[in-house]
């Protein structure tokens, strides 16, 4: 597969503002943040869509929710909350072909999304 903008952000060939790293899951900042807080949190393994999710590789996505559930608290948003958000493929808004979970704190969310 074609490596997207975030492996090489995960081999560290281009540069990203990261605030969690554990052996499986990395949060960086997005570059273009919609929240006072905006983390994209990705499996350190190439999984283009949510389609792409299976029995295999699945356990990704829990370690990214724990990964998220130890930032906020973290960072101290817990109790206020956040919003968790995955797009999928075109009509999703999904631009990068690497699985992400974006986390948005810092300011009331709306309800529905655009
Ligand atoms: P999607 O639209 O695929 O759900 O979200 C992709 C996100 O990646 C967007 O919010 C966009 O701002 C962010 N993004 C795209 N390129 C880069 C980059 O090179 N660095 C960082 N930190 N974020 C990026």
Sequence with gaps: MEP?????????EIPADV??????????KDVN???????????????KTHND???????YVSKIHLAINAYAKQIGVAE??????????GQGGQTVFHIHMHFLAGR???????
């Design 4 to 12: 997207t903008i975030f492996d090489l952000i995960l081999s560290k």
């Design 19 to 28: 605030v969690y790293e554990d052996d499986f899951v990395m949060g960086f």
């Design 80 to 89: 206020d909350g956040y919003r968790i958000v995955m797009n999928c493929n």
């Design 108 to 114: 009331q969310m709306q309800w529905p999304p655009g």
């Design 33 to 47: 943040p919609q929240a006072p807080v905006h983390v994209l949190f990705i499996p350190k393994v190439q999984i």
């Design 53 to 59: 999710l299976n029995a295999d590789n699945m356990d």
